[in-house]
């Protein structure tokens, strides 16, 4: 079983940076696949950014476009999402997921979640 907990949510006018962590217990951290999803009001929660055991793959959600990176630390037991030029529509609650397997999109196939933390964009 893996607990997640995030922080750094908050809000931000548009242009601004953030960056969210996810503190992970246990001592498996370095073998799962780590990742962020984000759901608005009235909507699916999407699939932001995710990251393999090493580091070696990482995936992005369409919106990204550059402007977010995902990055781990294992020693820390840490994922991280550095948010630069926010949006108003990137407003949503944040999540941190974690699975014991290969880094995916498909919000169904990550086994373990976070409460998440909430991120306001203003204009």
């Known amino acids: 079983q893996v607990k997640l907990v995030e922080s750094g949510g908050g809000l931000v006018q548009a242009g601004g940076s953030l960056r969210l962590s996810c503190a992970a217990s246990g001592r498996t951290f370095s073998s799962y696949a780590m990742g962020w999803f984000r759901q608005a009001p009235g909507k699916e929660r999407e699939f932001v950014a995710g990251i393999n055991y090493s580091g070696g793959t990482i995936l992005y959600g369409d919106f990204v476009k550059g402007r977010f990176a995902i990055s781990r630390d294992n020693a820390k037991n840490t994922v991280f999402l550095e948010m630069n030029s926010l949006k108003p529509e990137d407003t949503a609650v944040y999540y941190c997921?974690?699975?014991?397997?290969?880094?995916?999109?498909?919000?169904?196939?990550?086994?373990?979640w976070g409460q998440g933390t909430q991120v306001t964009v203003s204009s």
């Open positions: 997921a974690a699975d014991y397997g290969i880094v995916t999109t498909n919000r169904a196939l990550w086994a373990h």
